[in-house]
């Protein structure tokens, strides 16, 4: 993922070019390989070492194996929008972000 030829198991992820979306990257094919670890616990361990210590099996059970289906709440965009005669097809949200000079 780092896309260097090797790196050892005491290598730190950020310090040789890992970011906040490889991190996610790692969680996903550490799950794929049947281990579970947490975005958290990357930033954390750092290190393929430290977090083989903290990976556990992923089981049938969890629930990121049970169907995510049923009835969602409305968020309170779509609610308004609903009030306001109905949702549009298309829709997009921006906001503006004013910080201090430097």
């Known amino acids: 993922m780092l896309g260097l030829p090797s790196i050892s ?3 730190d992820f950020f310090g040789f ?3 906040s979306i490889l991190s996610l990257q790692v969680v996903s094919r550490a799950r794929q390989a ?3 670890i947490t975005p958290r616990q990357v930033f954390e361990a750092r290190t393929v070492a430290a977090l083989a210590e903290l990976a556990e099996p992923v089981t049938a059970a969890g629930p990121a194996e049970v169907p995510a289906v049923g009835v969602v709440a409305q968020i309170p965009m779509i609610a308004a929008l609903l ?3 109905g ?3 298309r829709f ?3 906001a503006v972000v004013r910080t201090r000079a430097g």
């Open 83 to 85: 009030e306001r005669g």
């Open 92 to 94: 997009s949200q921006s």
């Open 17 to 19: 070019g890992g970011d």
């Open 87 to 89: 949702v549009p097809r």
């Open 9 to 11: 198991v005491t290598d």
């Open 34 to 36: 049947g281990l579970r």
